[in-house]
């Protein structure tokens, strides 16, 4: 919590005293969390490597040197003061930083170092829609060595990056920029668009190390391909092409499948061959005369003997 108090930092009993953007803070002593991940057993190992050298294979002449020149190197400020480093602490520094970066430890002091402006001059983001989201350094001309951090993805509206975790060293430059796509994706992965990428660049020389530059810029949505947009083009232009004539267009008139699936009783053939008889009224043939003269005359006698019936059926009630 943020507390009315004289600048201080370090512990005091329970308590954690620090400086914030917000001013200064203090919180409860805690044992933070270790999760020992490989890049941090890396960097222990080193530590531990360097630190036990300087018992182990340095002379005491080699020693005084290391302690004699620790004088010149100053350490981080606190609150707004530098002090010096031990000859040990000089040691490991130095030698921790060349095995970082693959080169071997020397026993004794390099000469201190100016380096010349950092050459790195901002970060650019490109996502195409066919390679990917790709990191790009604007780079002049290197004279030294020099180390890339990288933060993980975060929020756009972060001003200010906060722990930050080495990549690697700056590769070569091709037409003023260098690819560091493969050593952030190897350690975050792919970030997307809107998110925010920090990326801290320091110049080396045999182990001495120069001032921290940041660079951070956000991932811009992805770009249409160029082959979708010459589709694109291609169908517009295929659109406004002259109208077909009438009779082209004209529609043709599709014969319903249900036709073909009604069942009829019989076999084409058949049904060709039944179309082909000659067919004639039924008084045409011989003998109907006859037959129906005589249903005739039945219906006849049908009728009377019904009526005749009625007859004495009304005589015999009177």
């Known amino acids: 919590m943020k507390l009315l ?5 370090g512990r005091l009993g329970s308590h954690i005293f ?4 917000f001013g200064q803070c203090c919180r409860a002593l805690t044992v933070p969390h270790d999760p020992k991940t490989p890049a941090q057993s890396r960097a222990r190992a080193i530590f531990g490597s360097c630190s036990n050298a300087w ?15 620790a004088q010149t190197a100053p350490s981080h400020p606190s609150l707004g003061q530098y002090y010096h480093l031990s000859g040990q602490q000089f040691y490991v520094q130095i030698n921790s930083t060349r095995h ?13 170092v100016v380096f010349s402006p ?4 901002g970060l650019e983001i490109v996502n195409d829609a066919e390679e990917g989201v790709r ?10 060595d020099i180390m890339v951090f990288g933060q993980p993805p975060c929020s756009a509206g972060r001003m200010k990056h906060r722990r930050v975790y080495y990549l690697g060293l700056l590769g070569p430059a091709t037409g003023g920029q260098c690819d560091i796509t493969a050593l952030y994706t190897a350690r975050f992965g792919q ?5 925010k990428i920090f990326i801290v660049t320091i110049q080396t020389k045999n182990g001495w190390k120069g001032q921290e530059w940041s660079h951070s810029a956000i991932v811009p949505p992805p770009t249409e391909p160029v082959i979708q947009q010459a589709t694109g083009k291609a169908r517009v232009a295929k659109s406004k092409a002259p109208s077909a004539p009438e009779t082209a267009l004209a529609p043709v008139k599709a014969i319903s499948p249900l036709r073909r699936d009604v069942y009829k009783g019989s076999t084409r053939d058949a049904r060709q ?12 043939i011989p003998g109907t005369p006859l037959v129906h003269g005589l249903l005739g005359a039945l219906r006849r006698l049908v009728r009377l003997g019904m009526a005749g019936a009625s007859a004495c059926m009304l005589t015999s009630m009177e």
């Open 135 to 144: 990191l790009l350094l604007n780079v002049g001309t290197v004279n030294e």
């Open 100 to 112: 970082c970066i693959g080169q071997p430890p020397v026993a004794e002091p390099p000469a201190p």
């Open 118 to 121: 950092n050459p790195v001059a």
């Open 273 to 284: 061959e039944h179309e082909g008889l000659e067919r004639g009224h039924p008084a045409s």
């Open 5 to 9: 108090d004289s600048p201080r930092t």
């Open 191 to 195: 970030p997307v668009s809107g998110q």
């Open 18 to 21: 620090y400086p914030s953007p």
């Open 55 to 69: 018992g182990r294979t340095l002379t005491e002449a080699q020693r005084l040197r290391w302690v004699s020149a």
